[in-house]
C-alpha cells in the first residue's frame, strides 16, 4: 500500500530525522520523532517544527477576490495587504463544511490555506461558488512546501534569517527572501504557542528543515501536534467539526460576523440559530484514573447526554477530552464517561485548556 501514498517534499529528511511515518489521510507523515511527550515539551518551553507540506493552498485572484471570500466564509476579511483571517466555510444550513486561513496578498489576490484531508472537496466548492464572480480559484497545492515553527523561542531562533520577523503581526502574512529564495511567512500556528509558518518551494524548505535542526528545532510529529492543538482548544475538521455542526454549537462563534456588509453562505440559519439558541455545544472534560477516546459516550444521572469527539492524555493536564453536550451543561458539573464498559467519573471543564496567546 505504501506505494499508493503521497509524500511530501520532506518525506526523506523526516525520515533521516528519526521520523516514524504513517498514513495520515493518504500522506505519509511523521506521527513522532524522539516521543510525543518530549515534542510536547519542546513546542511549550522551547522551539518544534513541523512538515506540515501536506496542507492545501489555493489561490483566489481577481477584481472580486475580497468579495468572494467575504461571501464564502463567515469571518470578516480586509482587503489590506498582509491582513489575515481564521473562518469557517458553511453550507446554506449553517454546517461546518471546513475552517480555513485567508491572506490578503494585494487587494485582488488572497491565499487561502484549507486541511489536507479536505482539500479537492473544498476546491471544487470554491469553484462552484465562483461562477457569478469575476474570480480565478488556482490549486496551487503541489507549488507550495511549509514548515510551521512553534514555541516560545522561535521567532528568536528565526531572527538570525528575518531580523524583521518579530514585526509581523498575528495572523499576517508577508513575502521575504531566506536562502535567496522568494517565500512566503505567516504567523498564526496550531499549538496555542507563537510561531510563524514558512512557505516555499520542496527544495527551500528542505534546506531550512536542515537549518532548523541546525539552530535549535527539535523535530515534532503529528502526535504532538494533536495533543497541543486540543490544549489549546482548536478543532479538528471532520471529528470536532462538520456539516452536522455549526460554528456556534462548535463554540467558535466568534468566527461569525454578521453585519459585515455580505450576506454569506449559511447566513440566514446562523441567525435563525442565534435567535433561538443552541442545544448542544462543544466542551471539555477532564477525568483521572483513565483515558477516553473519541466516540466515548457522556452520561448525566444515568442519562446518555453526548458524545466525545477528541481525547488525550495531555503531559500538562493529564486526561482531557472534548464533546457535544447540553448547552447548559454547567462548568465544573459532575458526569461519566463510558471507557471500555464502564463509566468513569468526569467534569465539566472550560475550555482552551491551555493560553499563552
Known sequence: ?????????LYDACVKAGGKMVDFHGWLMPVQFEGIIAEHSAVRKNAGLFDVSHMGEVWFEGKDAHKFLQTLAANNFKNIPGAGAYSHMLNENGGVIDDL???CVT????????NSATREKDVAWFKKQAVDFDV???????DFSMLALQGPNALNILEKLDPEIKKLPRFNIKSAQIFGEDIYITRTGYTGEDGV?????????NKLFSWCLANGFKPCGLGARDVLRFEAGYLLSGSDMDESRTPYEASFGWVVKMNKGVDFIGKAALLKQKEEGVKQKWQGFTLSGAIAREGALIFKDGKEIGRLTSATYSPLFKAICAGYAPADLAEGSEVEIEIRGRKVPAKSAKMPFYKIL
Do not use: N, R, W, Y
Not at 500500500?1 to 517534499?9: D, P, Q, Y
Not at 487587494?107 to 484549507?114: C, S
Not at 509558518?197 to 524548505?205: M, N
Open 101 to 103: 486561513i485567508a491572506f
Open 107 to 114: 487587494p485582488e489576490k488572497f491565499l487561502v490555506v484549507i
Open 136 to 142: 480565478k480559484v488556482i490549486d496551487a497545492s503541489d
Open 1 to 9: 500500500m505504501e506505494h499508493t501514498l503521497k509524500k511530501t517534499s
Open 197 to 205: 509558518e514558512i512557505l516555499g518551494g520542496a527544495q527551500f524548505i
